[in-house]
């Protein structure tokens, strides 16, 4: 059976020029205001196909998933046990049994009369004139007859037709990112194919004549470039596909011929570094001349201004060159915003309120992300809040959030801690 699709699906348009461009004032722009305009401003640019269930784990879907089949089909027996018609009455029971036996996939062909019971395995369809199951440890049988005690519902260790999902059903959303319990949601359904947004393919560039590979020959001039395998780790685990596109050179012809190479191959580029407007921030600079540059100053820390802009229709997230900076503003910005391009629903990351164990004094006006993890029940963030600290992300399970006015935590006040796992780390 297949899931109905749309025959020709149109690819969708590219986005426009100025999605980017927000009004800035003087001030810092809040990471709310930011996360809106993505929101509102972004839709889904990849084209729609058909793929077998088994290959469809995060992948967005294009259109609702309607059940094919209910599920269970029919009424079957949820125990190994014995099969009458219920009720049972309270007190001691004698049942006879009939000849044979319903078990899954072998069902028993004809009706078990009233007053007597038929011995039925789990997940076999409840013969006619079965619609109650004793458990067999309740049970005391012979070949010809069984003996319990009532009383037992009518319908007891039975399953309906249809309980967990009726025939027509909208089972699953257009735009839910499938999980892997949705595969086997979607199997139970009888469905075998379904129409999802093509794979988002994500281009990861980093950027600065400092960097160099590691296993290669640095000289003291020289980083080794940390967040290009970062972040093509973080994009793969999204369900993306990944372009690794190397490192560019502090150099605008250099890294303008990259860019329309890359715009070629990817549907998203997601740079790190030159980012801000200083002489050797060549990211901007360029994107600059495209007319749809926008350099947002997100009033967060970590994060200096995100540079974003389409090069040749093809979007380009500019992140800070710090790993902290980038993989912070990866989480907050870019992770949202991919959703809706790769055709997916905004979702905003669910954090738990959890006792603090560290102290801390934070100024208005903006939000902080800490690197952070549980120990013995409480919170507690890492050493140093310094954005090129990359190990700090390692020792972390998730970042504590503090919301933008001034605050004060002390050890035991109740902070929002978002493990990675709710970034789909
Ligand atoms: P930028 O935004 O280019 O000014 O870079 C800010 C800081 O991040 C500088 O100290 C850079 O050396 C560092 N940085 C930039 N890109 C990377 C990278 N890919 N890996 C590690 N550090 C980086
Ligand atoms: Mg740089």
């Known amino acids: 059976m297949k899931a109905q699709s749309n025959p020709h699906p149109l690819n969708p348009p590219p986005l426009r020029n100025d999605c980017f461009t927000m009004p800035q004032g003087a001030h810092w722009t809040p990471v709310e205001t ?44 949820a125990v190994d046990g014995y099969g009458f018609a219920g009720p049972a009455p309270d007190g001691p029971q004698q049942i006879p049994l009939v000849a044979g036996r319903a078990a899954a996939g072998q069902p028993y062909i004809g009706a078990v009369p009233k007053g007597q019971a038929i011995r039925i395995l789990t997940g076999a369809n409840l013969p006619e004139g079965v619609d109650t199951v004793v458990l067999q440890e309740d049970v005391n049988a012979s070949e010809t007859q069984i003996a319990f005690h ?3 519902k009518r319908g007891a260790n039975a399953r309906n037709a249809g309980e967990d999902m009726k025939q027509g059903d909208v089972i699953l959303p257009a735009n839910h990112q499938l999980t892997s319990a949705d595969l086997g949601t979607m199997a139970a359904a009888g469905i075998s194919e379904v129409a999802v947004r093509k794979r988002l393919r994500v281009g990861i560039l980093s950027t600065g004549d400092e960097l160099r590979d590691p296993g290669t020959n640095a000289d003291v001039g020289h980083i080794f470039d940390a967040n290009r395998p970062m972040l093509c780790a973080v994009a793969d685990g999204w369900g993306y596909d990944v372009i690794d596109l190397g490192r560019a050179p502090d150099d605008r012809p250099k890294l303008r011929a990259m860019l329309d190479e890359a715009a070629k191959q990817c549907d998203v580029i997601i740079s790190s570094g030159g980012a801000s407007a200083g002489d050797e921030d060549h990211m901007s600079a360029l994107l600059q001349d495209t007319g749809s540059f926008a350099l947002w100053r997100i009033a967060m820390k970590p994060g200096r201004p995100l540079a974003m802009g389409l090069w040749n229709d093809t979007p380009v997230f500019g992140l800070p060159g710090n790993p902290v900076a980038a993989m ?10 991919l959703r809706i391009m790769a055709g997916g629903d905004w979702q905003e990351p669910e954090g738990y309120l ?43 399970t998730g970042l504590v959030e503090l919301g933008d006015p001034a605050q004060k935590v002390v050890p035991g006040d109740l902070v929002r801690f978002i493990p990675f796992g709710n970034f789909a780390l």
């Not at 729609?48 to 089949?69: C, G, M, N, W, Y």
């Not at 006792?355 to 801390?360: C, I």
């Not at 800490?370 to 990359?390: D, K, M, P, T, Y």
Request: with cysteine; hydrophobic share 45%.
């Open 34 to 77: 930011a996360s809106n305009h993505l929101r509102d401003q972004l839709s889904a640019i990849s084209g729609v196909e058909t793929i077998p269930i088994a290959s469809a784990a995060k992948r967005f879907l294009a259109q609702d998933v309607i059940a094919l089949r209910s599920h269970p089909p029919a009424p079957n027996a």
């Open 150 to 152: 009532g009383p037992l």
């Open 328 to 337: 912070v503003c990866a989480l907050i910005f870019a992770r949202p915003a």
């Open 354 to 396: 959890v006792p603090a164990a560290f102290t801390k004094s934070k100024k208005d006006g903006r939000r902080e992300y800490l690197r952070a993890r549980i120990e013995n029940g409480h919170v507690q963030v890492f050493a140093s809040e310094g954005s090129g600290r990359v190990s700090g992300l390692s020792w972390a």
